[in-house]
């Protein structure tokens, strides 16, 4: 099913506009300007909002203001304003499970210790929708986490990010098309040759 809202998961405010926790707005930004679209600031959705045009459809866009753990209340606003189900939803968000450069989509589950996905599905009552996951590495121990998310990606991290939002934005047309099983395979396997340049570069400087 064609993706009518997608929502890019962060934290308002410029203290943590850079952080690893806000890797959904880095993605829903760029993937806005591409179209030359701008977020307005939409109260009823308790966010901002955009909306991006493609033959014979549109998809909005939205950025919660909520802080990260309210983010379902913003969501649940939007699709029941537009009458949507959850299998018409795309959630953008960062995932410590999966290291820096590393994108996946994939459709339910859960919410992996993500309290951002867990508010949404709390609100939602189900899972069933589509997810970007944006890697951005673990810290290696559980009680580590809730500050390392909201901390700057390293120096070496961020272009390796940087480089799976460009590989998963080239994707979405295909996405946005109905084609969700090509742009996982065009997705998973650009992440994969990625991989392998990068390792035959490390290599060759040896």
């Given amino acids: 099913m064609i993706p009518k809202l997608l929502v890019g998961l962060g934290n308002p405010g410029p203290k943590y506009s850079e952080t690893r926790h806000n890797a959904g707005f880095w993605f829903v930004d760029r993937l806005v300007a591409g179209q030359d679209a701008g977020f307005r600031r939409e109260a009823k959705f308790h966010g901002e909002t955009a909306t991006l045009r493609f033959p014979g459809h549109d998809c909005r866009v939205l950025k919660p203001s909520t802080y990260m753990n309210e983010s379902g209340r913003a969501v649940q606003a939007a699709m029941h304003f537009y009458g949507l189900a959850p299998a018409e939803l795309l959630v953008v968000h960062d995932e410590i499970d999966l ?108």
């Fill in 99 to 206: 290291p820096p450069g590393v994108a996946r989509l994939k459709r339910g589950g859960g919410h992996g210790g993500h309290n951002g996905l867990r508010d949404v599905l709390e609100c939602l009552g189900e899972g069933g929708f589509l997810r970007l996951r944006l890697g951005v590495g673990h810290p290696g121990s559980a009680d580590q986490v809730i500050d390392y998310v909201l901390e700057r990606p390293l120096a070496a991290e961020r272009p390796l990010i940087d480089d799976a939002l460009t590989r998963a934005l080239a994707v979405m047309p295909h996405v946005f098309d109905g084609h969700l099983q090509k742009a996982m395979k065009e997705l998973h396997t650009n992440e994969k040759l990625q991989v392998t340049s990068d390792k035959s570069q490390g290599e060759s400087d040896k």
